[in-house]
């Protein structure tokens, strides 16, 4: 195997896939990167057994410079090699591999020897032969992660919480988390009905990644499922994930359906409140915050209030746009609503309350159907 | 050589006192999980009491939830999870669990819009 690449098109695909790529693992292949050279691509492929990415260099991209001349394929330990690449004196560099599984890197004046694996015992990629294939524009599937995300439990302890569970039937492409102080839900009207309807959970941990990885190329994101696999497709990169197994709890009763007591502010205006009252909650033992709401003929406040018995006390009147119903006096996490607010960004929301012991939910002022945040109270009496 | 014989004497002395205080402290402990046992058992017997003085007791919100979902409340409230996911496990301090809030305040909900 030996061919001659431009480093920066290398290092690009390289950082792709080191995503992938852990340094605590069990099976010690996987600490490495194989490199599958044929007479007009590389593939670069990592994998930690959860996820596994899988990226092309192609001849015919100008800016690769790519050059062949003999095709072969190596595992190389990958962090040696991209620190290596990452520090290589030219613009190219040629990568030889001999005999005896060495790779001989060359840039200029410095030459790197580095041992090597044989590619052939890299564990397989899990095959996806569905042609089931659901497209989403780049920027709405990387929102729809970072928005539902935030609910994913990070107790081991609930395996089946730590994923997103993703529906598809017909048009609708739904996406709900919760961590069951907390649950967020996104759904999506495709331009395209699936024929199949799915069910699958993806761990959250692969969603943070792919979400890294779609970027700001709002390139358009191909889903595939299959039994135990999903898989992603953006440009020539291929991102594999595992699915959790099992079932996930019917989350659609959590959500109620009336509402007693509703608000209405702009979303950055409470976060920063929030944020205000949170700095004391955190002190103390319990980190709570109350809300009080009232509405009488005369007057509408609300008014958010934090205490810590150590440090002292926070009470701020909020500046609201609208607000009805019974008066309402409930505590919570300030955590959970500041990471609910945080995924509305400029927008108005609407809040509604039932009672004092019952979930809240959020909802874009502008439209309430197809973005939910709900956010259980903190019984404080 | 008297010298490390009064040292060993001190020794022995330390030792029972400590072997003393362990015993000490394994009988408060039994005494302790005791009297933890009786006033648990004397809440319930109070509560009882008082169900049947006809008092009022709990919430305005629990005063609407049947006698059965009071006690899942009650369960609730004492740090664990009723929710059929969870079920039985103990609650993390102040953290609250909407499923398990769904099955107790949820219900009634269902139930009188059925109704």
Same mark, same amino acid.
């Given at each position: ?30 600490? +490495? ?12 492929? +990592? ?18 410079? #790519? ?70 524009? +780049? ?103 595992? #699915? ?67 440090? +002292? ?48 939910? #959020? ?19 | ?8 004497? !001190? ?48 919430? !305005?919100?629990?005063? &609407? ?18 929710? &059929? ?24 909900? &269902? ?5």
């Amino acid at each position: 195997m030996k061919f001659t690449v431009n480093r920066q098109s290398f290092i690009k695909k390289l950082n792709d896939v080191s995503r992938a790529i852990s340094t605590k693992t069990t099976i010690p292949i996987l600490t +490495g990167l194989k490199l599958v050279v044929t007479d007009n691509e590389i593939t670069f492929t +990592g994998s930690d057994t959860d996820i596994s990415i899988e990226t092309t260099l192609r001849a015919n991209d100008d800016n690769a410079e #790519l050059t062949v001349e003999e095709p072969g394929n190596i595992v190389l330990p990958a962090r040696f090699f991209s620190e290596i690449v990452k520090r290589l004196p030219e613009a190219t560099m040629t990568i030889a591999v001999k005999e005896g599984f060495q790779a001989n890197i060359t840039s200029g004046a410095a030459a790197f020897t580095i041992n090597g694996l044989d590619a052939n015992n890299y564990p397989h990629l899990p095959e996806i032969e569905s042609n089931d294939e659901v497209t989403l524009a +780049g920027d709405v599937f990387r929102d729809i992660i970072n928005t539902t995300v935030i609910a994913v439990s990070n107790q081991e302890s609930r395996p089946i919480l730590t994923g997103v569970h993703f529906t598809l039937a017909g048009d609708e492409f739904t996406a709900v988390a919760t961590d069951s102080h907390r649950l967020s839900q996104r759904k999506v009207t495709l331009p395209n009905p699936a024929s199949e309807t799915h069910d699958v959970i993806i761990p959250g941990k692969s969603l943070v990644e792919l979400s890294r990885m779609i970027g700001e190329e709002q390139q358009d994101v191909k889903m595939r499922l299959a039994e135990n696999q999903v898989l992603f497709m953006l440009g020539d990169t291929a991102f594999y994930s595992r #699915l959790l197994e099992g079932n996930y709890p019917d989350t659609s009763r959590l959500i109620p359906s009336e509402s007693e007591t509703t608000m209405e502010i702009s979303a950055p205006a409470l976060l920063a409140a929030i944020e205000r009252a949170s700095l004391l909650s955190h002190e103390s033992r319990n980190n709570v915050v109350k809300l009080t709401l009232s509405d009488t003929a005369t007057d509408a406040t609300a008014t958010i209030f934090g205490n810590s018995p150590d440090v +002292g006390a926070v009470e701020e009147n909020l500046s609201t746009l609208a607000l009805d119903g019974n008066d309402l006096e409930i505590s919570f996490n300030p955590d959970y609503l500041k990471d609910a607010l945080r995924s509305f960004g400029q927008s108005q929301i609407k809040l509604s309350f039932t009672s004092a012991l019952r979930p809240f939910t #959020l909802v874009p002022s502008e439209d309430g159907e197809n973005f939910i945040q709900l956010i259980t109270p903190v019984r404080t009496f | 050589m008297d010298k490390r014989q009064t040292m060993l004497n !001190d020794f022995d002395h330390l030792q029972d006192q400590a072997s003393d205080i362990l015993t000490q402290l394994a009988a408060l402990k039994v005494q302790v999980t005791t009297l933890s046992e009786e006033n648990a058992e004397l809440t319930v017997e109070n509560q009882h009491l008082r169900e049947l003085l006809g008092e009022d007791n709990g919430s !305005d919100e629990a005063k &609407r939830l049947s006698k059965s979902l009071q006690n899942l409340e009650r369960l609730y409230e004492a740090g664990f999870h009723v929710c &059929r996911e969870f079920y039985g496990q103990r609650r993390e301090e102040h953290d609250s669990c909407a499923f398990c809030l769904e099955l107790i305040y949820g219900e009634r909900e &269902r139930a009188s819009k059925a109704s």
